[in-house]
């Protein structure tokens, strides 16, 4: 992993592979919740939970920055303290 992360080159062409899922997963996600297949709110979706894999990699508590954003993802940023 140590490699990966610090080997420009490699990081980019992982990110970019483990992108390459987001409209598969944004399709998953309009089907499951009844949306048409092209509504922008999957895409977003999908975009920000496998984003999320980047946050916890620059982490020094990755558990928690995926909980975190799944949280935000889940609940929303009125629901966050700061938003108090």
Partial sequence: MNLVTN???????????????????AHAIAQDAGL???DPRSLALARFALEASALARGSDKPE???????DLLEHGWNATPAAR
């Fill in 7 to 25: 080997t420009p080159a490699l990081s980019e062409y992982g990110h970019r592979m483990w992108m390459r899922h987001q409209d598969a997963l």
């Fill in 36 to 38: 048409a297949a092209d």
């Fill in 64 to 70: 928690q920055a995926v909980d975190a954003a799944f």
